[in-house]
């Protein structure tokens, strides 16, 4: 029996307005012409849905979008279009009071475990302000609150008094752990998490996830573009290009038998400690920007694959084996 359905995005997308340079309004303002302002589509028609009690992986170069969905899926950016649903309720819908409370079920644990923290609040008032504001604990309980919330997380409880910068960068990370816990969320948003952290402390971070998963039944949506701690930690991985879902698949069927060539070339390009001798073909080019986008598959222009339909129409996202499912025309009916 599937587990139940907490987060369902459908269709959504994210235009950002970006306007024109000084030069551009320059030349315009000489060919009188218009004021123009570009539209950069962030997030492009993407649908995911995330059950109790998993971890979805969501990978992808700098660029793809992943933070932008996962800001979306937060709450910390409204859709241009879509639907955004909790636990089957459609969150824009809702009057702004009621989706803020609903949306207390869905927390975010940034990158920069430094930058994400206010410097000049105590760890006390970091972790405890917002149970407090939102009447989930009693003022006078915000002490003992916060320091079993360390404890939780693997800090001593007297560091509660201190400030950010008087901490390591792997206990800064349990400090945004225990203040994102602090509102007793269903559902974690890791963007991430433990890219900016040293690799021995990687290891402890995602240990923790693991253990509060078992302990609070957590559900994760983990972003990262480290394929090994995806493969470590999550149950079903989605890989994201230029804004969309190019491939979903479970863990072990994705890194066993990748489809999709983005795929491919991602998991071709991660560090192994294998010492055979591979045949490594990087990809060519770069992303290409989002401003500048061409029509029909936006892989396209790096795909060693591409054929004149690439060129023209984006490709269906369907299901090409149980469970897996792939957006590429190499697998349209011949």
């Known amino acids: 029996m599937d587990k139940p359905l907490l987060l369902e995005l459908r269709e959504v997308s994210k235009?950002?307005?970006q306007p024109a340079d000084v030069v551009d309004r320059f030349v315009r303002r000489l060919r009188r012409q218009a004021q123009a302002t570009k539209?950069?589509?962030?997030?492009?028609?993407?649908?995911?849905?995330?059950?109790?009690?998993?971890?979805v992986g969501l990978v992808g170069e700098s660029g793809s979008g992943k933070s932008t969905l996962g800001r979306i899926a937060a709450g910390l950016h409204v859709p241009s279009s879509g639907i955004r649903r909790w636990k089957g309720e459609d969150l824009d819908r809702m009057?702004?009071?009621?989706?803020?409370?609903?949306?207390?079920?869905?927390?975010?644990?940034?990158q920069d475990p430094y930058a994400s923290l206010n410097p000049r609040l105590r760890v006390r008032d970091i972790v405890g302000e917002a149970p407090v504001a939102h009447r989930m604990i009693e003022t006078t309980r915000q002490t003992e609150f916060v320091a079993d919330l360390l404890q939780r997380v693997g800090l001593d409880a007297h560091l509660a008094q201190r400030f950010p910068h008087?901490?390591?960068?792997?206990?800064?990370?349990?400090?945004?752990?225990?203040?994102a816990l602090a509102v007793q969320p269903e559902l974690l948003i890791c963007d991430e998490a433990v890219a900016a952290l040293d690799v021995s402390i990687q290891a402890q971070v995602l240990n923790l996830f693991m253990q509060l998963r078992d302990e609070l039944q957590l559900t994760y949506l983990f972003i990262s573009h480290d394929l090994g701690v995806v493969q470590h930690i999550a149950d079903r991985v989605l890989v994201m290009y230029l804004?969309?879902?190019?491939?979903?698949?479970?863990?072990?069927?994705?890194?066993?038998r990748p489809h999709h060539?983005?795929?491919?070339?991602?998991?071709?390009a991660a560090p192994t400690l294998d010492v055979k001798k591979i045949d490594f073909h990087p990809l060519r080019g770069e992303m290409p920007s989002p401003l500048q986008m061409s029509a029909g598959?936006?892989?396209?222009?790096r795909c060693p694959h591409a054929m004149p339909v690439c060129r023209e129409r984006v490709p269906d996202f369907k299901e090409i084996a149980p469970g897996h499912f792939s957006a590429c025309h190499l697998d349209d009916p011949r």
């Open 15 to 17: 235009r950002f307005a």
């Open 39 to 55: 539209a950069v589509l962030a997030v492009d028609r993407v649908s995911l849905s995330i059950r109790r009690g998993e971890v």
């Open 95 to 110: 009057h702004a009071a009621e989706r803020r409370r609903k949306q207390l079920g869905i927390q975010m644990i940034f």
């Open 166 to 179: 008087q901490f390591s960068g792997g206990q800064r990370a349990r400090i945004g752990i225990a203040r």
């Open 243 to 256: 804004g969309r879902i190019v491939e979903s698949a479970s863990t072990e069927e994705l890194f066993a």
């Open 261 to 268: 060539p983005y795929t491919i070339a991602l998991l071709a």
């Open 297 to 301: 598959c936006g892989f396209h222009p």
